[in-house]
């Protein structure tokens, strides 16, 4: 059995707490309390649980007593225990009511195949079951998972390298620096060309995060658990004043949230220069600002259309970004694939410079989004989407690049436009005369005509139909 098989049994569990009254995600919740515990015992990891509270202890449990036994269990990890332990527990509850329906998910996970499971790994298989809740529209995951190919591509772009602090300060479950730390094992053998101290640093220093809702950092903390990352991973609200402790980084990859704060208010937040009631450009601050000034760090942001043509402090950002920056790169993604279908998103690619003025000559726009499909669950992204987008970024010379998609404005020609990035996209081929179009005015002209005809011939026809009536 493979680990798509296992994550598909998993779900199916679901199905036993409907009567409970359990949403998708608070059986994700309920899985990680209960995963943790086996998964513990089967890699041998289970030291530092207390023998009392580990797995076989609970799976020996039934009815009444196995319901009152996981509530103490519960409370006694997230209150008594240290590290990772206590944070992935911490303020834990069952919402399970039913205590047969406790044992027959127990017993489930109990008799799965997980000498396969460990075979393909357990962090594979905790992945995919977080993916399995993002894709269940009903779950309303997807607002916080970022799909794996485009996390795949910006990571590769980024190439994050051994030594590099990393950072998501909008983390979900973890994603972003999951594919960072695959990807700087994979480039050296598994780390295992690194000396002990620079192995520690990576599992101890290298990837971090912050993420606001509670039971999300609990899967966050989690899913790093089972890739062997041991990162600080904040409980907190990057946009408060908690947020000023993360800077200094080498390498940012996220995908904030989109929106405005409750309300309306401005963040809270006293150190950015233009404080917004826009939740992601008050994020975009805090990212660019967030890193190294050595002219090598760098950043990759999933950011929607209204950053880049907002006007008052959004054009005040954007420039800010520019001087402080160099933005290289803008991709702009085609739509349907966010859990919120008609958002349009952009990449954001930028380094940020020593100096703190004019380190953006020109910015490249890359069109991945006019005369593409809608992607969606039926149709979803893969790599050869990104092929052409690849070579136009990684190109020695990009003014050499052939490809209709890809443009470039000078920093000139964006300040001419109250330094407007909702720039580079192509013709778009359903809209068919674009050769034929009449003037804006005399188009209007024509369709106020039109509208005038229409008005007399309707006046006619009630006339007509008046005298008939008489």
């Not at 529209?137 to 998972?145: L, R």
């Not at 994050?160 to 300060?169: A, I, K, T």
């Not at 980084?249 to 233009?274: C, H, I």
């Not at 179009?437 to 007509?464: N, T, W």
């Amino acid at each position: 059995m493979n680990n798509q098989e296992i994550v598909g049994k998993l779900w199916n569990l679901c199905n036993v707490l409907r009567d409970d009254g359990i949403t998708y995600h608070q059986y994700v919740t309920e899985l990680t309390y209960l995963l943790f515990l086996k998964m513990a015992k089967e890699t041998n990891t289970d030291e530092p649980i207390p023998e009392a509270y580990r797995w076989d202890m609970l799976a020996k449990k039934q009815g009444i007593e196995l319901k009152r036994f996981y509530t103490e269990l519960l409370n006694h990890l997230g209150e008594k225990c240290t590290g990772r332990i206590r944070e992935i527990y911490a303020g834990a509850r069952s919402n399970i009511e039913e205590p047969k329906n406790l044992e027959k998910i127990i017993t489930n996970i109990d008799g799965l195949d997980w000498y396969s499971a460990k075979e393909e790994g357990l962090g594979n298989l905790y992945e995919g079951l977080l993916e399995k809740n993002a894709n269940e529209k009903k779950s309303g995951a997807g607002q916080y998972f970022t799909p794996r190919i485009l996390i795949n591509i910006m990571t590769r772009l980024m190439a994050p390298q051994p030594g590099e602090l990393c950072n998501d300060p909008a983390c979900g479950t973890f994603g972003f620096m999951i594919a960072a730390d695959r990807y700087v094992k994979k480039h050296n053998d598994d780390n295992f060309d690194l000396s002990l101290e620079a192995q520690d640093f990576q599992k101890d220093k290298a990837f971090t995060g912050c993420e606001l809702v509670h039971d999300t950092h609990r899967l966050a903390l989690m899913n790093a658990m089972l890739h062997d990352i041991e990162g600080e991973i904040l409980l907190a609200d990057t946009l408060s004043n908690q947020g000023k402790v993360m800077k200094n980084y080498d390498l940012v990859l996220t995908n904030p949230p989109f929106g405005t704060k409750k309300g309306g208010e401005r963040t809270t937040r006293d150190d950015l220069t233009f404080p917004s009631s826009n939740k992601q450009l008050n994020f975009l601050q805090h990212i660019y600002r967030s890193l190294k000034a050595n002219g090598k760090a760098r950043a990759a942001v999933v950011l929607p259309d209204n950053v880049l043509f907002a006007d008052g402090d959004g054009a005040s950002i954007r420039g800010d970004l520019m001087n402080k920056c160099n933005l290289h790169t803008i991709l702009r993604l085609p739509t349907g694939i966010f859990y919120a279908q008609g958002v349009k998103t952009n990449v954001l690619f930028f380094t940020r410079g020593k100096t703190e003025k004019n380190n953006t000559k020109d910015v490249w726009i890359y069109d991945l989004r006019t005369n593409m499909q809608t992607f969606g669950k039926t149709k979803t992204l893969n790599e050869e989407h990104f092929v052409d987008f690849i070579k136009a970024y990684t190109a020695e010379d990009r003014a050499l690049v052939e490809d209709e998609r890809f443009s470039c404005f000078t920093r000139e020609e964006i300040k001419a436009k109250n330094d407007s990035l909702d720039l580079g996209l192509i013709r778009d081929d359903s809209i068919i005369d674009y050769e034929d179009m009449q003037d804006p005015i005399e188009s209007g002209e024509e369709v106020v005509a039109k509208l005038e005809e229409a008005v007399d011939l309707i006046q006619s026809v009630l006339k007509e139909l008046r005298s008939l009536e008489v």
